[in-house]
């Protein structure tokens, strides 16, 4: 999988569906060459040589004369692995290191080391891979003028079409160093016909889809607020100009972080495209002692040949197989029912006694107590950070009772990072919150942020929650996070490390994620943050599922769910039927078996009538989900960002049993409407379960599905296909 041809210094990285090749200049320089389909042969020459050009030459400092690189390298043109910084290279470098005031460093190589498996990133989270899954190379390099090494490391599985980088600055100087760049990935193409797709959002619209063409200049998509965000995502796509979901190079590109993030996309003007991507580095410095060494959040590139439907499925296949955790998979599978939207913070026992009574009737299997258990909390003004139960307004033990009366797991609410000022935590240790003293701090839904690049902060948490793990039988924690971060500042960093404030402050939210998830392996965890504000790889790590978005309008949750399922799987999208009117609870229902599955009304509310169309689905769910929607392959057919329809299919792995869901926006008149079906197997005959007839695979993928009726606003078609063996 990972090839060092000496004679040429060349590192071919590769298995069945990719290659990734680059070689050592004669003057040390790692110099990029090829990333994409599997190739297996490549001409190093005939790929570097850009022509004559004033960039050819140098003039040496041991000759004292004007001389030509050997091999083609030009300044500031060659695609490099490592650019340097203030150098040889004027476009955006990843690596910005303050050196006694110099800012200017040249990585070279030095040696390098292939090794089976990959490494366990420290204080980090990283997709898991085993010894057998995959080899990695990793390559010393060495600043020209200074001791300040990188650690560059690259990772190729047997299989998956995807490359996992990652780097470390290691400070061998006698004195510090600061780091105030240090983006983990850096990729070249040799071309600028290129379109960027990207995921802009914003609370209750996450991750619309965005595609343009690059041009000139740099575009940058980041977040500066502290957490991934609900305005962008931490992935991006750059593919051939007029891709589509089945046809087309794709290369999508996602980094495994939950703080500020940004990936930098330049054209120069010799027409090649760079990409950067890494922490954000405005407000960032890191400083290094003698000895130390700072590691980057890993990275992931995926090429697909065919469009975006494969790149996405890989990311799916690696998220699933490799990165989220394994522990509360029965719990996962249930369906639960969420009390926030049918009673937000009004509730007593006696409620959600009666929520749990019903929760039965409409097939639930866990009741989940949101906000408003603990503290004095009515509403949100209060008692964040004061974690112990508000025995006045809930006796949570009977409440778990009822659950197991009735059959049913019991999952609880937190929000750990954050605090009320109008708390019992704030008052005792005003000096935890993020935020200087003596200046007015932001507030947002009246709560300020925990310190957690504070130790203590983490390990008080750390005990608070366990308490209450430890004194309720509780299967899942939905674990929310409702604000950005602003006025950075902790106390505890002192003012000469404000600059790692930021990453600081996520390492402590990992150290806490590890804390909890490890002391309690069998409770499932479900991410939030106001929604979707922190959907990121760093967080699947711990939560194999997130809440998608607070958005629970189904029409706006197709844009939502489809837009996040460029990278992240169905299984790790938190969706629920809600008591949203714009549709009818079929088609809530419907949408949200795309996700996780769930409810979010107040059970007692529903009709006999909405019960039946959301029990049909609880039957699909059963049958189908885990197979087909949990671990099957996703398809994209329709896309809602571009037409009055959404339809996509989810299909087994097997190819034995598929489910397509399709929903028209506005309202269209009868028309020829043949929804061709994508990734069943031609040979195999499946039945239609809505018309009950039966088609080949190939007739399905090259004819379609017949939806060519009247359409009302927001009709929708789930159709299950299963394999027969005969018609
Ligand atoms: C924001 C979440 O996204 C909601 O689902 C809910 O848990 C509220 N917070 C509770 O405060």
Redesign the pocket.
């Given at each position: 999988m990972i090839d060092f041809i000496a004679e040429k210094r060349l590192f071919h990285l590769y298995n069945e569906n990719i290659s990734y090749y680059f070689y050592i200049t004669e003057k040390g320089i790692l110099q990029h060459l090829y990333f994409g389909k599997r190739l297996d042969d490549i001409d190093i020459e005939s790929l570097t040589d850009l022509g004559e050009d004033w960039s050819r030459t140098y003039f040496s400092s041991e000759t004292k004369k004007e001389e030509m690189y050997r091999d083609f390298y030009y300044y500031d043109h060659s695609m490099s692995e490592l650019p340097s910084h203030g150098a040889m290279d004027v476009k955006l470098s990843p690596i910005v290191i303050d050196i006694d005031g110099r800012q200017d460093c040249d990585f070279r190589f030095r040696s390098y080391r292939i090794f089976s498996g990959k490494k366990k990133l420290r204080d980090l989270p990283s997709f898991r891979l085993e010894e057998s899954d995959c080899q990695t190379l990793e390559i010393l390099l060495k600043d020209i003028a200074s001791e300040t090494y990188v650690l560059l490391s690259y990772t190729v599985m047997e299989k998956e079409a995807a490359i996992f980088r990652n780097l470390e600055i290691l400070n061998k100087n006698a004195g510090i160093i600061d780091v105030t760049r240090a983006f983990t990935l850096t990729l070249e193409f040799p071309r600028k016909d290129l379109e960027l797709t990207h995921f802009p959002g914003d609370w209750c619209l996450e991750r619309q889809m965005r595609k343009e063409k690059l041009t000139e200049g740099s575009k940058r998509i980041r977040s500066r607020l502290g957490r991934s965000s609900h305005e962008h995502n931490p992935c991006v796509f750059l593919s051939d100009i007029g891709a589509d979901e089945n046809h087309g190079d794709v290369y999508g590109f996602a980094l495994v972080y939950t703080g500020n993030f940004s990936f930098d996309i330049s054209v120069s003007k010799w027409g090649s495209a760079r990409v950067n991507a890494g922490i954000d580095d405005e407000d960032f410095c890191f400083r290094l002692n003698p000895g130390e060494s700072f590691i980057c959040p890993e990275a992931v590139m995926v090429y697909s040949e065919k469009g975006f439907n494969s790149s996405s499925q890989t990311f799916h296949d690696l998220i699933r197989d490799h990165l989220i955790p394994r522990h509360g998979t029965d719990t996962k599978e249930a369906i639960l029912l969420n009390s926030?939207e049918g009673c937000y913070m009004d509730f007593d026992t006696e409620k959600m006694i009666a929520f749990i009574r019903h929760a039965k009737t409409i097939g639930a299997e866990m009741f989940v107590l949101?906000?408003g258990w603990f503290g004095r909390r009515d509403d949100?003004s209060s008692s964040l950070g004061d974690w112990r139960v508000n025995t006045e307004k809930v006796d949570l033990r009977r409440i778990i009772d009822t659950c197991h009366e009735e059959g049913l797991k019991f999952g609880l609410?937190i929000e750990p990072e954050m605090v009320n000022p109008d708390s019992d935590l704030f008052r005792t240790r005003p000096d935890w919150i993020v935020g200087r003293d003596g200046i007015d701090l932001a507030l947002s839904r009246h709560q300020l942020v925990l310190d957690t690049t504070n130790p203590e902060v983490v390990a008080y948490l750390t005990q608070s929650i366990s308490d209450i793990l430890n004194t309720y039988e509780i299967d899942y924690v939905?674990w929310?996070h409702?604000r950005n971060i602003l006025n950075p500042y902790s106390r505890y960093l002192g003012d000469k490390r404000q600059g790692e404030f930021f990453h600081r402050l996520i390492l402590g939210v990992y150290r806490l994620f590890e804390n909890l998830t490890s002391a309690f392996p069998e409770v499932m965890f479900e991410g939030?943050a106001?929604?979707g504000g922190r959907f990121d790889l760093g967080m699947l790590y711990y939560t194999p599922q997130i809440?998608c978005s607070?958005e629970t309008d189904p029409v706006q949750r197709l844009f939502i769910q489809y837009g996040t399922s460029y990278v992240y799987p169905c299984i790790t999208m938190g969706a629920h039927v809600s008591k949203n009117p714009i549709t009818c609870y079929r088609t809530k229902a419907e949408i949200a078996l795309f996700g996780t599955y769930g409810f979010e009304f107040d059970p007692r509310k529903i009709g006999e009538e909405d019960i039946g169309e959301i029990r049909k689905v609880n039957d699909i769910f059963h049958r189908y989900h885990r197979e087909v929607i949990g671990e099957g392959n996703l398809y994209r057919i329709c896309n809602p960002f571009e037409s009055n329809y959404m339809a996509q299919i989810c299909v087994s792995k097997n190819q034995e049993r598929a489910i397509l869901l399709f929903v028209n926006i506005l309202k269209e008149n009868n028309s020829y409407r043949f929804i061709k079906a994508v990734g069943l197997n031609r040979a195999f005959l499946y039945r239609n379960h809505r018309d009950k007839k039966i088609y080949s695979g190939a007739y399905l993928m090259d004819v379609g599905v017949n939806l060519s009726f009247w359409l009302d606003e927001f009709s929708s078609f789930l159709i299950v296909f299963e394999r027969v063996e005969s018609r």
């Open positions: 926030w949101d906000d949100d609410w939905k929310d409702n939030c106001s929604g809440w607070d």
